[in-house]
């Protein structure tokens, strides 16, 4: 009889870190002549009680996952996504400052949501450029990546062997699919509230292997 060979399964390389990127909740609408409480330049929304339940959902669905630790960001949406899996868990969160959202300069506090929405011609541009720039303000597309990877490769080194969840924002999740693929800037950037998406981090080398799993939601 001779030898077979079957597919295998993957499995992280010997000291890798499998970083399950979750996006935080829905959180609150956006009002026009309202901006959100800001922190460190940031519009800093709470969840919306849909976002509270798509985190309890998150906690239900990886409170058996052996997570070594949990990472946040220093906006309160994350903190809050990551409060139910934190307690399931046992974990305190840590956060990781580098990993926070998209700076976007004049549009921060919740107008981005309402130019988007009248698609206005700087989003368009955007868009169309992939580069966050060209909205007033804000941060370019190669300031948001460099950032991201530092924060991403900080967390791995201190996790080798080991799982662990990291709670961030949709342009977050966006930039890292983008950087561990080597796609386009915006190949990942639509990704739901609640989602889960994983890449597995070995040295510098970046490795996907889920983007926007969302079957925990109903």
């Known amino acids: 009889m001779s030898k077979e060979y079957h597919q295998t399964k993957f499995s992280p390389p010997p000291g890798a870190a499998d970083l399950l990127l979750i996006r935080h909740g829905r959180t609150e609408a956006a009002r026009p002549g309202v901006s959100f409480p800001m922190k460190d330049g940031h519009g800093d ?12 959902a998150v906690a239900a669905r990886l409170e058996r996952e052996p997570l070594s630790a949990i990472y946040v960001t220093n906006l309160r949406r994350t903190h809050q996504t990551a409060a139910p899996l934190a307690e399931r868990l046992g974990l305190e969160p840590r956060v990781e400052a580098d990993l926070r959202e998209i700076h976007l300069g004049e549009w921060d506090g919740g107008l981005y949501r309402i130019k988007a929405a009248e698609n206005a011609p700087e989003f368009q541009r955007a868009f169309a450029r992939q580069e966050w720039g060209e909205i007033p303000g804000a941060e370019t597309t190669a300031i948001l990546h460099a950032r991201v990877r530092a924060g991403l490769l900080r967390i791995a080194a201190a996790h080798p062997d080991e799982r662990v969840a990291v709670v961030v924002h949709a342009g977050v999740v966006g930039a890292a699919l983008a950087i561990a693929s080597g796609s386009q800037p915006f190949a990942f950037n639509k990704v739901a509230n609640g989602s889960i998406s994983r890449i597995v981090i070995h040295g510098d080398r970046m490795i996907v292997q889920g983007f926007n799993d969302i079957s925990h939601l109903s």
């Open 45 to 56: 929304p709470a969840l919306h009680p849909e976002g509270e339940e798509q985190a309890l």
